[in-house]
């Protein structure tokens, strides 16, 4: 079927002028409908996402219930986000109002293709913009599925799937119509986003990559441990930007570490990534697996050590563990997008946080330990966005999302996603 790029960036702007004044009251009760028929239909939307990338159906079911929960969220938050606020001046009255921008553009990863996607359009269009998506081009079963669920929309359309290649995005970023870019994907992707939106001056939230250090010190129990590393690792086999890349493990407890996390990885069910008791997919793409196959060869050459797994059968990889790793191999300086967990070893707690800090990446970072009180007190030390104590870093709607270095800038969900494509417009009265 053709599309024209051109008409629909005009109607966009067209339905952006009734969307804009339609009250948050409506806008909440389309969410509402948005979620409602997700949930009913969540077994047919799974399944476009298993489809597309070989997603575990029972993971592509969470994934799609997690949206829900992203509706709920703003569902019940978003009157008091949008409110605005007065400020006590000398004038007699001084206040913000939080007004749309106009069309804002997401380009969407294919890792989580409904979740990535809700998370930039549900709070943008709260705020009463209308949404342009040009989703990876690996997912054309989840795009049409996402741009059909958002069609519930009474009178007007106000989320538009753009089916075009990469190649097109600077135009459409170009356009007088497009107020700002939301950009979820690879570095480079984002490099070239922003030189763009730079150069028209258009507001950008970047959420990059990630290579998440997990760091478990000598007074952690490692049998809670454990189970938590591997997840934190292979979700999604490995395909999530927050996922922990490098583990850095008191000296005291590696040897162990690693025996339980290899035979945790042991207990994995491969198979038909439409059963439900499959626990362990394939990754999206031959190329994907490739790559990270590289990386591992490059490193193994360089010294690192091979403790586990390592074989690839076109885009499934086995889950692999790596040890006897140095700084300068692909594996610590490079975002390992895939089921590759890396082990390091540290005494000093000082030096567990430099060889956190030592990836160009700022996502987030994750510190087992008893004395929460002693990873407070480090808590400044740390480069990154986010940082999570006795937890694995994951995201939450409630919870503000994104990173500092080469992961990005700017942040998703709760109140700051909400606010990220709003003019906030002061108002001063004499
Ligand atoms: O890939 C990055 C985001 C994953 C998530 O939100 O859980």
Known sequence: ??????????????????WKNTDLDSRIAVVKLIRNQLIEQKFKYATSITKDMHKPISQSLAEVEK???LCNYYIEESKRILKGRTIKTGWSEV????EPLGVILGVM??????????RFA???LLAGNTVLVKHASNV?????????????????QVYFNLPIGSEQVENVIANPVVKGVSLTGSEAAGKSVASIAGKWLKPVLLELGGSNAFIVCEDAILDEVVPVAVRARMQNAGQSCIAAKRFIIHNKLKDQFIKKFVKELKTFKFGDAMNESTSFGSMAREDLAEGLEKQMRDSINMGATLVHGGKRDGAFFEPTVLTNINVDMPVFKEETFGPLAVIMGFDDFDKAVALSNGSNFGLGVSI???DVNFI?????????????????????????????KNSGYGREMSDEGLLAFVNKKTVVIK
Not at 109 to 118: A, D
Not at 380 to 394: H, K, R, W
């Open 140 to 156: 054309p079963n989840a795009a049409v599925a996402l741009e059909e669920l958002f069609r519930i929309v009474g009178n007007q």
């Open 368 to 370: 087992f330990s008893k």
């Open 109 to 118: 990863p294919w890792n989580y293709p409904f979740w990535q996607v809700f």
């Open 67 to 69: 949206c829900a929960k």
């Open 1 to 18: 079927m053709h599309f024209d790029l051109d008409n629909t960036l005009e109607v966009a702007a067209r339905d952006y002028e009734i």
């Open 376 to 404: 407070k007190s480090k808590i400044a030390s740390f480069d990154e966005g986010a940082l999570f104590i006795n937890e694995m870093v994951v995201s939450d709607p409630s919870v503000p999302f994104g990173g500092i």
């Open 122 to 124: 549900i709070p943008t």
């Open 95 to 98: 206040y913000l109002t939080n």
